[in-house]
């Protein structure tokens, strides 16, 4: 059987509004303009007969062999009686030639509905493949989403490497130099303290550039097959203290015991540690973070997705891709790198990261990374 939109289930359509104006109503117009026909009108009869074809082929196209078919039958046994006896006007036409009428409404019955079901079939294949076409185009653009964000924090990464190279030198002569000022300069003196001041400067520009190159420098591997459920867990344990000062409940439940990766430990850690921190920071008083993991098939690869869900106010589209670039937060006291080396991290383990909106609200950050049997 195939389906149609809007078609009853089961034998029900016989009786639906839709079938009643195509196909019953018609016919039995038609049958009460035949019946009280007389016999010497031979052209009207003519007439008459033919225009049963037009519900069976109504009903063929609403609904299929079963409805031209159906329809056909109903037309014949309401025409026989008419046809071959005398109740009220026996139509004139010769007998074969009834005979063939009738057999003929059921040819087209059958012809037009299966004609129809072959076009309901291929309109079905069609919207099938329009639809596959839509998911490889997402598909398609997600990957390239993906691979100009790598891109871009490669390129980046690069450059903050180069400038911070640059930068170091200097500033390692001017600590050098102003330890040097120190020692000649007396601790009771006005001038000290502008010294101190000028050290403290150099320190916290020492503290700045170490964030950089630790954005710059990606992390060793010590690729191993990592159980999904013993990364969760710890991480949760972890971070459930910075829940708790938040006044945020962590809700993790128990992952699969089959779900394994193959990646390094400690940088997978990491990574879940930058994202459920962020979901925490972005939650209000009272708010929940969700914590679930499953399997997901993606461009016809298995992956593990790591979903991190929060009740903050979410992430805007237009920053959606931004949120990952290094040095960007929304945050007056972030440093926004903990979601760049998050993504670093994910994409070198051939995965990659996403933000989207809850079904609750809030933001949603899905960590997928390829799953091993």
């Keep these: 059987m195939i ?25 039995l117009a038609i049958s009460l303009a035949h019946y009280a026909t007389g016999a010497p009108f031979y052209w009207v009869h003519d007439v008459l007969r033919r225009l049963y074809y037009i519900p069976i082929v109504l009903g063929a196209f609403a609904f299929g062999l079963r409805g031209g078919l159906v329809t056909s ?11 071959f006896t005398h109740v009220f006007h026996r139509d004139p036409a010769g007998t074969l030639e009834k005979s063939l009428e009738i057999l003929l409404y059921n040819v087209i019955g059958v012809i037009t509905g299966s004609l129809a079901d072959g076009l309901v079939r291929e309109r079905l294949k069609q919207e099938q493949i329009a639809a596959r076409l839509a998911e490889s185009l997402e598909e398609l653009r997600s990957m390239e989403r993906q691979l100009v964000r790598a891109g871009k924090l490669q390129a980046l990464g690069e450059l903050t490497a180069g ?36 050290s403290k400067e150099i320190d916290r520009l020492g503290a700045v550039l170490e964030r950089f190159l ?20 710890p991480v949760v344990a972890l971070m459930a203290a910075q829940a708790r000062q ?22 997978l850690t990491l990574v879940l540690m930058n994202v459920l921190l962020n979901a925490i920071q972005a939650s209000p008083q009272g708010g929940v973070v969700t914590v679930s993991c ?62 989207g909106a809850g079904k609750t ?13």
Excluded at 7 to 21: H, K
Excluded at 73 to 83: C, E, L, N, T
Excluded at 256 to 265: A, E, K
Aim: proline residues 6%; negative net charge.
């Design 361 to 373: 609200g809030g933001a949603v950050f899905r960590v997928l990374l390829p799953a091993r049997s």
């Design 163 to 198: 400038l911070a190279h640059e930068i170091k030198n200097p500033l390692a002569s001017m600590k050098g130099a102003t330890q040097i000022i120190s020692d000649e300069i007396a601790e009771t003196s006005p001038r000290r303290r502008m010294v101190d001041i000028l």
């Design 294 to 355: 499953q399997d997901a098939t993606v461009r016809k690869q298995r992956y593990c997705v790591l979903a991190v869900h929060d009740q903050g106010p979410g992430v805007p589209e237009e920053l959606r891709e931004k949120i990952f670039n290094p040095f960007f937060t929304t945050r007056d006291n972030g440093s926004g790198l903990g979601l760049s080396i998050a993504a670093r991290i994910v994409d070198a383990h051939d995965g990659f990261i996403e933000v």
């Design 3 to 27: 389906a149609r939109r809007g078609e009853v289930r089961g034998w029900g359509w016989m009786v639906s509004n839709r079938a009643w104006l195509l196909m019953w109503l018609p016919i």
């Design 73 to 83: 039958i109903v037309v014949s046994v309401v025409y026989s009686p008419h046809a």
């Design 246 to 267: 938040s006044d945020v409940t962590l809700d993790a439940p128990a992952c699969p015991d089959d779900l394994v990766v193959r990646g390094d430990r400690e940088n």
């Design 214 to 233: 630790s954005f710059a420098r990606l992390p060793r591997f010590e690729v191993a097959e990592v159980r999904v459920s013993e990364l969760v867990e």
